[in-house]
T-cell receptor, first 110, second 112 residues
Framework: QQQVKQSPQSLIVQKGGISIINCAYE??????FPWYQQFPGKGPALLIA?????SEKKEGRFTISFNKSAKQFSLHIMDSQPGDSATYFC?????????FGAGTRLTVKP | NAGVMQNPRHLVRRRGQEARLRCSPM?????VYWYRQLPEEGLKFMVY????????ESGMPKERFSAEFPKEGPSILRIQQVVRGDSAAYFC??????????FGPGTRLTVT
């Protein structure tokens, strides 16, 4: 059962552009929503996270927007750089486990 | 503060052999999670452990797979009688309190 749906599957953005990745969830018991960045051959790295009592969180070029009523959240990468090219995963946590989206492969063209 | 350590990084096993994957959490972290990742796919939760206790193993196959996190030493994911379908990257993550999870570099298991 896929509890977190992520889109798009792949994304190509020009350098300096905005990358937007979306996730939707079903389980209202989720209480923590992180985003992870993964480079080939490496483990996922925690990028930024939000809790449902906040609608937006910004850290540097990365922003999470959270819509509790729509059960959706998104990652915005401002001024995208070639070094941002990686696979991004959204996730949602309940008491005992973390459910991950299927991932978005981002390519930032120079 | 060293990150999450996993070893071995690469493991090759023949069908029917046993695979043992080790995970040392970050210092001060008592929550450990194991995930499996197939190529070009997301992470699938397998098991959540705290020291000496399995909290949730709902994502782990009922047969051949087991996990432990002893009072002393690393967490171990054990796969008995491996089959080709077990080939995947296995990631361990640790957390100080069950929210932020920090991942290790993974063990890439190949079954020949």
């Amino acid at each position: 059962q896929q509890q977190v749906k992520q889109s798009p599957q792949s994304l190509i953005v020009q350098k300096g552009g905005i990358s937007i990745i979306n996730c939707a969830y079903e389980n209202t018991a989720f209480d923590y929503f992180p985003w992870y960045q993964q480079f080939p051959g490496k483990g996922p790295a925690l990028l930024i996270a939000i809790r449902p009592d906040v609608s937006e969180k910004k850290e540097g070029r990365f922003t999470i927007s959270f819509n509790k009523s729509a059960k959706q959240f998104s990652l915005h990468i401002m001024d995208s750089q070639p070094g941002d090219s990686a696979t991004y995963f959204c996730a949602a946590r309940t008491d005992n486990d973390m459910r991950f989206g299927a991932g978005t492969r981002l390519t930032v063209k120079p | 503060n060293a990150g999450v350590m996993q070893n071995p990084r690469h493991l090759v096993r023949r069908r029917g052999q046993e695979a043992r994957l080790r995970c040392s959490p970050m210092k001060g972290h008592s929550h450990v999670y194991w995930y499996r990742q197939l190529p070009e796919e997301g992470l699938k939760f397998m098991v959540y452990l705290q020291k000496e206790n399995i909290i949730d193993e709902s994502g782990m196959p009922k047969e051949r797979f087991s996990a432990e996190f002893p009072k002393e030493g690393p967490s171990i994911l054990r796969i008995q009688q491996v089959v080709r379908g077990d080939s995947a990257a296995y990631f361990c993550a640790s957390s100080p309190h069950g929210y932020e999870q920090y991942f290790g570099p993974g063990t890439r298991l190949t079954v020949t």
